[in-house]
Nanobody, 126 residues
């Protein structure tokens, strides 16, 4: 599967923004999916993950209660809805995928994903 992220942009602090990730190729529904982000001068970090069926979702503590990850397998699309944004959320957001069996655990580390999108920049102004 190949991934293409889109939807980034500039938003004021306190605002909302959604980014999406479209998969090209077969078997999107067999992939655990996740969003990571990398702020300037910082390491890439886990934001949120969702299992292939959507039954398991994990959020980083820093975004819990503000971000919502979701997927529509029929559309081969992953979403991240972001609310109450603050300047610390400024980063390039990457979607990632890993083909797994149905009972595989949902990963929160970069090494647990082997397919990456190109990233989309989200800038939050103060």
């Amino acid at each position: 599967v190949q991934l293409q992220a889109s939807g980034g942009g500039l938003v004021q602090a306190g605002g909302s923004l959604s980014v999406s990730c479209t998969a090209f190729g077969p078997q999107f529904s067999r992939n655990n999916m996740a969003w990571f982000r990398q702020a300037p001068g910082k390491e890439r970090e886990f934001v949120a993950g969702i299992s292939r069926s959507g039954s398991t979702i994990i959020y980083a503590d820093s975004v819990k209660g503000r971000f919502t990850i979701s997927r529509i397998n029929d559309k081969k699309t992953l979403y991240l809805q972001m609310t109450s944004l603050n300047p610390e959320d400024t980063a390039v957001y990457y979607c990632a995928a890993k083909s797994v069996i149905l009972t595989a655990p949902l990963g929160t580390h970069q090494y647990e994903y082997d397919t990456w999108g190109q990233g989309t920049l989200v800038t939050v102004s103060s």
